[in-house]
């Protein structure tokens, strides 16, 4: 998606640590002009899916997740709460993940009552690199007897394992930036 | 906002400790058809307002935040962060607010980058009850020098005094459900 790979040349900044910021028009800051171009690209990559919810993660996903739902009818859009999510009750699908980025484990939950077998979900999220959020939500699609309609994902570091890993299991994984390679000397190449 | 009072009625579930869950269409699964009603009935309150941003906090007003932003020419969304938020580096207004509800004093951050003294911001929350989010984010928007065009608040416990402490400040706030009283006896009434 070229409209995407410019906004990250143009806005993004690559800081030490193998971190991309995309905060000004993504995950801090919204551009909400430019969110719905991220909806319907996964509307036409994901159009034959019958997709009747939507399921991503907080904080990020969020966003995401609403200026997609528009595209699928307006489905409803649900998403994983992380931590000790007190304020969903115990009646939860959840999974424990190892997390990277923060060194700790983390806890993703998602009340049963939002998710069920008569469920074509596409899960979507912000950042894919090694997959631990993408890695629970599938585990809690699965838990729920969800169908997987695929995972559509904003910007994939195809260079880190997860996209691959998850792929490996026939999971439909589709990245709209799909970032090669990336450093604070050369900037970012993509992948064709 | 009568389509939102009957949705609070038909979908909101009472529990005990004062809580109302609404989380069957606005903070856990999201309704993204109705949204854009509640975004549209900020617009009718504030259309005076001249607002180029929208102040909001994470999660439950991202998705408010985002709604409404397209009918303010789609001006900037951005979401303040709770907690130790380490990925927004230290270049941040914050703010740290006890929290009642959670019982422990939390850390609210906003990056210096987004908010400035020549915005107008509309801050944006799915609650209001006792009003720690909604002081902290009054508070950044303060410290960044900007201009607070108001606060729209999607339900008020109109019986706690969060919302009037920040009316007695001069600040508009605009809440498009407020709550008289709630028991799980005698179910809601509303505010007149």
């Known amino acids: 998606m070229e409209a995407l790979q410019k906004l990250i040349v143009t806005k993004g900044r690559i800081l030490d640590g193998d971190i991309l910021k995309v905060d000004s028009f993504l995950n801090h800051q919204i551009d909400t002009a430019f969110l719905p171009e991220i909806g319907k690209e996964f509307k036409r990559r994901f159009a034959d899916c019958e997709v009747n919810k939507i399921l991503t993660i907080e904080a990020s996903g969020i966003a995401i997740g609403c200026a997609t739902s528009q595209f699928f009818n307006y489905c409803p859009v649900v998403f994983a709460k992380k931590g000790n999510a007190r304020n ?105």
């Open 88 to 192: 969903i009750g115990n009646d939860t699908y959840h999974v424990t993940e190892h997390s990277y980025t923060r060194n700790a484990d983390i806890t993703v939950s998602v009340s049963r009552q939002y998710l069920s077998k008569d469920d074509k979900v596409l899960i979507l999220d912000d950042f894919l690199a090694n997959g631990e959020a993408l890695n629970a939500l599938i585990s809690i699609a699965r838990q729920a007897g969800c169908q997987i309609a695929g995972c559509g994902i904003v910007i994939e570091k195809a260079y880190q394992q997860g996209g691959d890993r998850i792929r490996e299991q026939g999971i439909r994984v589709e990245s709209l930036a799909r970032i090669k390679s990336m450093s604070t000397e050369s900037g970012i190449e993509f992948c064709q």
